[in-house]
């Protein structure tokens, strides 16, 4: 069974930084692209980076680029989400899903954490 586990979410003023961690368990990841979304209240959920497990290409919002940074650590397993200059407007529930290779959705997610921009 596969679980993704989300961490590091909280509350941080405007300008600061937060680091989302993704722990993966259940399966080799080796084929598959792990990606952080987020969904604030009222909107739609939006996709905003992306990595594949091998050979860690990236991809990236244009809302984002610039100031967050996914990578992976393959020996824990996990994925992360380096934010910096956070804004109110990145205040929202941050999630990890994981697409598995040749699948064109993301099959599992992770159950969100909250990250709290203050101005």
């Known amino acids: 069974q596969v679980q993704l586990v989300e961490s590091g979410g909280g509350l941080v003023q405007a300008g600061g930084s937060l680091r989302l961690s993704c722990a993966a368990s259940?399966?080799?990841?080796?084929?598959?692209?792990m990606g952080w979304f987020r969904q604030a209240p009222g909107k739609e959920r939006e996709s905003l980076a992306a990595i594949s497990w091998s050979p860690g290409s990236t991809y990236y919002t244009d809302s984002v680029k610039g100031r967050f940074t996914i990578s992976r650590d393959i020996a824990k397993n996990t994925v992360y989400l380096q934010m910096n200059s956070l804004k109110p407007e990145d205040t929202a529930v941050y999630y990890c899903?994981?697409?598995?290779?040749?699948?064109?959705?993301?099959?599992?997610w992770g159950q969100g954490t909250q990250v709290t921009v203050s101005s």
């Open positions: 259940g399966r080799t990841f080796n084929s598959d692209t």
């Open positions: 899903a994981v697409r598995f290779g040749g699948s064109r959705r993301y099959d599992y």
